[in-house]
């Protein structure tokens, strides 16, 4: 049989395995410790439905400590990634999972607004450089090719902790209340919190930094692997940046945190008013919100894979985060404006369908031109200053909210914003990969 075609399958063949052990021994442990760390930054919004008439804190108040994370987020994401990329993924994240798990527990110690502010800016700053950190990791395993299902399958979590942690917490606060004299909404804290701590003494030792360290891949995978991302370095354009100077000066970087910021005032905004925002639908218990909760989050994680996995087939990424974006937006916007609030909720969850299918796609998009210790400080500073997105979001709807009494103007102001990310996204100059 000649070479030319068995060469080709036997490629195939190799290729299908090394993906396959990548994405089960790091994606889906990646994706387990993100769901870890999404339940524990938004179960605030479960919280909230004890939690605000026990301490009294208004609509305005809850909308700013809820977005306050961000900021923390923000100012410590750039030096966290950074030392991630100098010390090596394995310790640095698992710090990370450390200290994001005991400032959750400490969640349940609230005792007003100040200690409520001082705790979500606290949890930020543990939690930052988590998710770049994890997306920077990815790019030590995955062939450029390989990286938006990579991707995608890691910001899945983004949904599924809801799909599991809404009801999730949702029953800890119905179960748990009055327990050693304390309410339901502080024993969800910490029983949410103490998993982050524990897999963060598992991560120490299961993550391995870098192919070369493998033992898992078999020696002529772990050679076509290293062949493959060689390449990838080999042929990265001319226009690629490597120095922190030249990231900082780059119009692509500032353009894609805009995309990613305003995108994350709509989503951000709908997580962590989304339990209150269905209570008003009227007649449902915490334990009934808490599965109603979830349902948008089955549509986003669908939307998620579906999209990522067209822009993989073909090689396409602006568009198709620019697209997404956009039907999200609008769908948004028209489920505000619907005479039925049960029809509006059907529409919502075609707008979380597109929402979420923006964050597989977009972390595709960077890695076209950074590299080097610039891609350690790039998608750190892109996801870092992006999280303004998530604090406007949730504190614009907390003020829209208490001014308007109801959450359609908040929805309809919220859903302008993915409108805008796609036309900044349009101006990017971007590739086929």
């Keep these: 049989m000649p070479t030319s075609l068995s060469l080709p399958t036997a490629t195939a063949g190799l290729r299908d395995r090394v993906m396959r052990k990548l994405h089960l021994r790091i994606v889906l442990f990646c994706f387990l410790l993100f769901i870890v760390n999404y339940i524990d930054r938004v179960n ?20 700013f400590g809820a977005g306050i994370f961000f900021l923390g987020y923000m100012l410590f994401e750039v030096p966290s990634n950074l030392i991630l990329h100098r010390v090596g993924p394995r310790i640095w994240i698992a710090r990370i999972l450390v200290t994001w798990g005991l400032v959750s527990c400490a969640m349940a110690l609230i005792q007003g607004p100040y200690s409520f502010y001082l705790l979500r800016f606290l949890l930020g700053v543990a939690e930052a450089g988590f998710a770049p950190g994890v997306l920077l990791y990815l790019t030590y395993w995955f062939p450029r090719r390989e990286r938006g299902r990579a991707v ?90 490597h120095g922190l100077k030249a990231l900082f000066k780059d119009s692509r970087v500032l353009r894609l945190t805009l995309v990613y910021m305003l995108n994350g005032i709509a989503i951000y905004g709908v997580v962590l008013w989304l339990p209150q925002i269905i209570r008003s639908l009227g007649g449902l218990s915490t334990q009934q919100i ?68 923006t964050l597989g796609v977009f972390w595709t998009l960077p890695a076209q031109f950074l590299s080097g210790s610039a891609a350690a ?57």
């Excluded at 200053?385 to 309809?412: C, I, R, Y």
Aim: glycine residues 12%; negative net charge.
């Design 44 to 63: 605030v919004s479960f919280a909230a439905l004890q939690m605000n008439s026990d301490l009294g804190l208004s609509a305005q108040v809850f909308g």
């Design 152 to 241: 995608a399958g890691f910001m899945t979590a983004t949904v599924l902790s809801s799909v599991i942690g809404a009801p999730l917490s949702g029953w800890l606060m119905a179960s748990t209340h009055a327990w050693l004299g304390l309410a339901g909404w502080q024993w969800m804290f910490i029983l949410e919190g103490i998993p982050a701590v524990l897999l963060g003494v598992v991560t120490l030792f299961y993550l391995v930094d870098k192919p070369a360290n493998c033992r898992w891949l078999a020696d002529d995978e772990k050679a076509w692997l290293l062949g493959e991302l060689a390449r990838d370095q080999a042929e990265e354009t001319p226009h690629s940046l």
């Design 290 to 357: 808490g599965l109603v909760s979830a349902i948008p989050f089955v549509f986003a994680a669908i939307g998620l894979l579906a999209i990522a996995r067209s822009s993989d087939r073909s090689g396409e990424r602006k568009l198709h985060t620019a697209a997404a974006g956009a039907l999200g937006g609008g769908l948004l916007i028209v489920s505000a404006l619907l005479p039925s609030p049960y029809l509006g909720f059907v529409v919502l969850c075609g707008a979380a369908f597109f929402l979420w299918a």
């Design 377 to 433: 400080a790039g998608l750190a500073a892109i996801n870092g200053f992006a999280q303004l997105g998530g604090f406007s979001g949730p504190f614009l709807v907390g003020v829209l909210k208490e001014a308007s009494g109801s959450f359609t103007l908040a929805l309809v102001v919220l859903g302008a914003f993915p409108l805008l990310g796609a036309l900044v996204c349009l101006s990017l100059p971007a590739r086929r990969d």
